[in-house]
Protein backbone atom coordinates (compact mmCIF):
# COMPACT_ATOMS: atom_id res chain seq x y z
CA UNK A 1 0.00 0.00 0.00
CA UNK A 2 1.42 3.86 -0.84
CA UNK A 3 2.99 5.33 1.93
CA UNK A 4 1.64 9.07 2.99
CA UNK A 5 4.14 11.33 1.64
CA UNK A 6 5.83 13.65 4.31
CA UNK A 7 3.83 16.86 4.62
CA UNK A 8 5.19 20.30 5.07
CA UNK A 9 3.88 23.90 5.57
CA UNK A 10 5.89 24.96 2.98
CA UNK A 11 7.27 23.45 -0.17
CA UNK A 12 10.56 21.10 -0.40
CA UNK A 13 12.40 23.91 -2.83
CA UNK A 14 11.05 27.24 -0.68
CA UNK A 15 13.00 28.86 2.08
CA UNK A 16 10.58 30.19 4.38
CA UNK A 17 9.76 33.65 5.23
CA UNK A 18 11.84 35.15 7.99
CA UNK A 19 10.48 34.07 11.74
CA UNK A 20 8.72 31.22 9.96
CA UNK A 21 9.97 27.31 10.31
CA UNK A 22 9.76 24.49 7.77
CA UNK A 23 7.44 21.72 9.11
CA UNK A 24 7.65 18.66 7.87
CA UNK A 25 6.39 14.65 9.04
CA UNK A 26 7.51 11.27 7.83
CA UNK A 27 7.74 7.76 8.79
CA UNK A 28 10.42 6.75 10.71
CA UNK A 29 12.83 5.19 8.72
CA UNK A 30 16.20 4.79 10.25
CA UNK A 31 17.17 3.44 13.53
CA UNK A 32 18.47 6.72 14.64
CA UNK A 33 14.80 8.17 13.68
CA UNK A 34 13.40 5.56 15.91
CA UNK A 35 15.75 6.52 19.04
CA UNK A 36 14.51 10.42 18.56
CA UNK A 37 10.96 9.22 18.29
CA UNK A 38 11.26 7.18 21.84
CA UNK A 39 13.61 9.75 23.04
CA UNK A 40 10.64 12.12 22.63
CA UNK A 41 7.86 10.35 23.78
CA UNK A 42 9.81 9.21 27.19
CA UNK A 43 11.10 13.25 27.45
CA UNK A 44 7.45 14.49 27.21
CA UNK A 45 5.18 11.86 28.91
CA UNK A 46 7.46 10.35 31.39
CA UNK A 47 9.94 12.76 32.38
CA UNK A 48 7.48 15.94 31.95
CA UNK A 49 4.16 14.55 32.56
CA UNK A 50 4.87 11.78 34.91
CA UNK A 51 2.59 9.52 32.95
CA UNK A 52 3.27 5.62 32.76
CA UNK A 53 6.09 5.58 35.00
CA UNK A 54 5.03 3.04 37.09
CA UNK A 55 5.35 0.69 33.93
CA UNK A 56 9.17 1.33 33.08
CA UNK A 57 8.28 3.86 30.31
CA UNK A 58 5.42 4.33 27.73
CA UNK A 59 6.02 1.60 25.72
CA UNK A 60 3.78 -1.37 24.93
CA UNK A 61 3.32 -4.09 22.32
CA UNK A 62 2.59 -1.77 20.00
CA UNK A 63 5.85 -0.51 19.20
CA UNK A 64 7.14 -3.62 18.38
CA UNK A 65 4.22 -4.69 16.14
CA UNK A 66 4.88 -4.38 12.90
CA UNK A 67 1.72 -2.55 11.27
CA UNK A 68 2.33 0.50 14.01
CA UNK A 69 3.67 3.11 12.41
CA UNK A 70 6.52 5.92 14.43
CA UNK A 71 6.32 9.29 13.22
CA UNK A 72 8.56 12.05 13.53
CA UNK A 73 8.24 15.81 12.92
CA UNK A 74 10.75 18.41 12.13
CA UNK A 75 10.98 21.92 12.38
CA UNK A 76 13.95 23.37 9.97
CA UNK A 77 15.07 19.71 9.81
CA UNK A 78 15.61 19.18 13.73
CA UNK A 79 13.08 15.88 14.74
CA UNK A 80 11.60 17.53 17.51
CA UNK A 81 7.96 16.04 17.62
CA UNK A 82 6.78 12.37 17.13
CA UNK A 83 3.14 10.39 17.05
CA UNK A 84 2.38 6.84 16.12
CA UNK A 85 -0.65 4.76 14.85
CA UNK A 86 -1.66 1.42 13.91
CA UNK A 87 -5.04 -0.56 13.23
CA UNK A 88 -7.39 -1.49 15.95
CA UNK A 89 -6.69 -5.15 16.60
CA UNK A 90 -10.75 -6.76 16.05
CA UNK A 91 -11.98 -3.61 14.80
CA UNK A 92 -11.95 -3.42 11.16
CA UNK A 93 -11.25 -0.23 9.45
CA UNK A 94 -10.28 1.89 12.74
CA UNK A 95 -6.80 2.94 13.41
CA UNK A 96 -5.29 4.56 16.84
CA UNK A 97 -3.45 7.02 16.67
CA UNK A 98 -1.16 8.30 20.25
CA UNK A 99 1.77 9.31 21.88
CA UNK A 100 1.53 12.99 20.13
CA UNK A 101 4.55 15.00 21.43
CA UNK A 102 5.90 18.17 20.66
CA UNK A 103 9.43 18.57 22.73
CA UNK A 104 8.75 21.89 24.77
CA UNK A 105 11.36 24.29 23.05
CA UNK A 106 9.60 24.00 20.04
CA UNK A 107 5.65 23.95 20.69
CA UNK A 108 5.40 27.36 19.37
CA UNK A 109 6.35 26.54 15.77
CA UNK A 110 3.08 24.44 15.60
CA UNK A 111 3.92 21.38 14.49
CA UNK A 112 0.99 19.65 16.24
CA UNK A 113 -1.22 19.90 13.00
CA UNK A 114 0.82 18.76 10.83
CA UNK A 115 1.33 15.24 12.49
CA UNK A 116 -2.55 14.84 13.40
CA UNK A 117 -2.85 15.27 9.42
CA UNK A 118 0.14 12.94 8.72
CA UNK A 119 -1.35 9.87 10.66
CA UNK A 120 -5.15 10.80 9.92
CA UNK A 121 -3.67 10.69 5.80
CA UNK A 122 -1.28 8.03 6.49
CA UNK A 123 -4.18 5.72 8.46
CA UNK A 124 -6.56 6.34 5.29
CA UNK A 125 -3.80 5.58 2.37
CA UNK A 126 -3.72 2.20 4.17
CA UNK A 127 -7.61 1.62 4.15
CA UNK A 128 -8.43 3.21 7.53
CA UNK A 129 -12.43 4.38 7.69
CA UNK A 130 -11.80 5.82 10.98
CA UNK A 131 -8.92 7.03 13.75
CA UNK A 132 -9.78 7.49 17.19
CA UNK A 133 -7.47 8.75 19.81
CA UNK A 134 -7.41 9.72 23.71
CA UNK A 135 -7.24 13.18 23.96
CA UNK A 136 -5.96 15.52 27.34
CA UNK A 137 -8.72 17.87 28.10
CA UNK A 138 -6.37 20.88 27.00
CA UNK A 139 -6.50 19.52 23.67
CA UNK A 140 -9.88 18.87 22.85
CA UNK A 141 -10.52 22.30 21.40
CA UNK A 142 -7.64 21.81 19.21
CA UNK A 143 -8.59 18.25 17.89
CA UNK A 144 -12.07 19.66 16.88
CA UNK A 145 -10.76 22.47 15.15
CA UNK A 146 -8.47 19.64 12.69
CA UNK A 147 -12.16 18.14 12.58
CA UNK A 148 -12.28 15.17 15.42
CA UNK A 149 -15.44 14.77 17.13
CA UNK A 150 -15.98 13.60 20.82
CA UNK A 151 -17.33 10.48 21.74
CA UNK A 152 -18.68 10.32 25.54
CA UNK A 153 -17.05 11.91 28.26
CA UNK A 154 -14.30 11.73 29.96
CA UNK A 155 -12.51 8.71 30.57
CA UNK A 156 -9.52 7.63 32.57
CA UNK A 157 -6.36 6.81 30.29
CA UNK A 158 -3.02 6.15 31.40
CA UNK A 159 -4.26 7.52 35.12
CA UNK A 160 -5.77 10.92 34.24
CA UNK A 161 -8.58 12.02 32.45
CA UNK A 162 -8.63 11.72 28.50
CA UNK A 163 -11.21 12.56 25.92
CA UNK A 164 -12.17 9.92 23.50
CA UNK A 165 -11.93 11.20 19.75
CA UNK A 166 -13.01 10.04 16.62
CA UNK A 167 -12.40 11.25 12.74
CA UNK A 168 -13.43 9.92 9.60
CA UNK A 169 -11.00 8.94 7.55
CA UNK A 170 -12.93 9.35 3.88
CA UNK A 171 -11.82 13.18 3.39
CA UNK A 172 -8.84 15.04 4.90
CA UNK A 173 -9.45 16.86 7.88
Same mark, same amino acid.
Not at 62 to 74: F, N
Not at 121 to 136: C, F, K, P, V
Given at each position: MPMAEPTSRLSAT???? /??RVALACRAVSTAAERAAHF? =?? #???? $??? *????????? &? #????????? +???????? &????? @?TVRLYPRPGVPGRWKGDRLAVLPGHRHHGL @????? #??? $?? +??????? *?????? =? *?? /?? $? +???????? #?? =?? @?LVGYAGIPHQLMLIGLGTPP
Open positions: ASPP /AGR =IR #RQVF $VAE *QGLFSGRGG &D #RDAHDDDPA +TIHVVGLA &DGVIC @G @GAPLV #RFA $VA +TAGSRGG *QEMEAY =I *QP /AN $V +TFFEWLGW #RR =IG @G
